[in-house]
Antibody
Framework: QVQLQESGPGLVRPSETLSLTCSVS????????WNWIRQSPGKELEWIGY???????HYNPSFESRVTISLDTSKNQFSLKLTSVSAADTAVYFC??????????????WGPGALVTVSS | EIVLTQSPGTLSVSPGESATLSCRAS???????LAWYQQKPGQAPKLLLY???YRATGIPDRFSGSGSGTDFTLTISRLEPEDFAVYFC??????????FGQGTKVEIK
C-alpha cells in the first residue's frame, strides 16, 4: 500500500523560499503524477502542480512564476519549492498521487499534510 | 479555469437522516471527471467517489453520487456519527488547473 509523507520546515520567513519533500513508500514512483495541493486556514483546497515520473511538470497559473516541483527517483521522493513567500502562503501542504490514465486522475492517496507558517 | 461551486456551505442533519450535497461546474465536465472527498479535522482529504458515481475502495454504499455535465450530487444515506465532516468535489479532466469546490460542512443537528 502506497504511503506519502511530507517533510520540511514548519516556519518560513517572508520573502524566502518554502521547501517541502514528499517521500513515497510502498510503491513505485514510475508512471504516476505526483502532486502538491495546499489548504489555507480558510479551508479552500488549491492544486499547485504536478511532476510526472518522467520529470514533466505542470503548474497552476496562480503559482507558475514562483513554483518548482521536481522528482528524485533514486530516493522515491518529489519536492516543492515556492519562492518569495508571504503570509498568504501559510497553509497545510499536501502531497498526493494521481494515476497515469486520463480517466483516473483523482488524488489518492494523500500524505497527512505539513503545516507551513510564513512569519518573521 | 473550471470553477466548482458547492452548496450548501453547511448542512445540519440528524444521525440516521440523509444529506444531499451539490457541486456545480462552470463548464461541462467531460466523461464526468468529478471526484468527491471527505475531510475530517486535522486529516487529509479521503477519496470517496470518482467518475461522479463510483465508490472508492472501502467506501460504504450509503455514499452515492450522481450527475453529469455541470451538475453533480453526493448523497449520504443514513448518516453515521463518523460521516460528519467536510466534503469537497474536485474536477480532474483535461482542463488544467485541476480545481476543488469550496466544501460543504455536514454537521450534527
Amino acid at each position: 500500500q502506497v504511503q506519502l509523507q511530507e517533510s520540511g520546515p514548519g516556519l518560513v520567513r517572508p520573502s524566502e523560499t518554502l521547501s517541502l519533500t514528499c517521500s513515497v513508500s510502498g510503491g513505485s514512483i514510475t508512471n504516476f503524477y505526483w502532486n502538491w495541493i495546499r489548504q489555507s486556514p480558510g479551508k479552500e483546497l488549491e492544486w499547485i502542480g504536478y511532476v510526472f515520473s518522467t520529470g514533466v511538470t505542470h503548474y497552476n497559473p496562480s503559482f507558475e512564476s514562483r513554483v518548482t516541483i521536481s522528482l528524485d527517483t533514486s530516493k522515491n521522493q518529489f519536492s516543492l519549492k515556492l519562492t518569495s513567500v508571504s503570509a498568504a502562503d501559510t497553509a497545510v501542504y499536501f502531497c498526493a498521487r494521481a494515476q497515469l490514465e486520463p480517466t483516473q486522475r483523482w488524488f489518492d492517496p494523500w500524505g497527512p499534510g505539513a503545516l507551513v507558517t510564513v512569519s518573521s | 479555469e473550471i470553477v466548482l461551486t458547492q452548496s450548501p456551505g453547511t448542512l445540519s442533519v440528524s444521525p440516521g437522516e440523509s444529506a444531499t450535497l451539490s457541486c456545480r461546474a462552470s463548464q461541462r465536465l467531460g466523461s464526468s471527471y468529478l471526484a468527491w472527498y471527505q475531510q475530517k479535522p486535522g486529516q487529509a482529504p479521503k477519496l470517496l467517489l470518482y467518475g461522479a458515481s463510483y465508490r472508492a475502495t472501502g467506501i460504504p454504499d450509503r455514499f452515492s453520487g450522481s450527475g453529469s455535465g455541470t451538475d453533480f450530487t453526493l448523497t449520504i444515506s443514513r448518516l453515521e456519527p463518523e460521516d460528519f465532516a467536510v466534503y469537497f468535489c474536485q474536477q480532474y479532466g483535461s482542463s488544467l488547473p485541476w480545481t476543488f469546490g469550496q466544501g460543504t460542512k455536514v454537521e450534527i443537528k
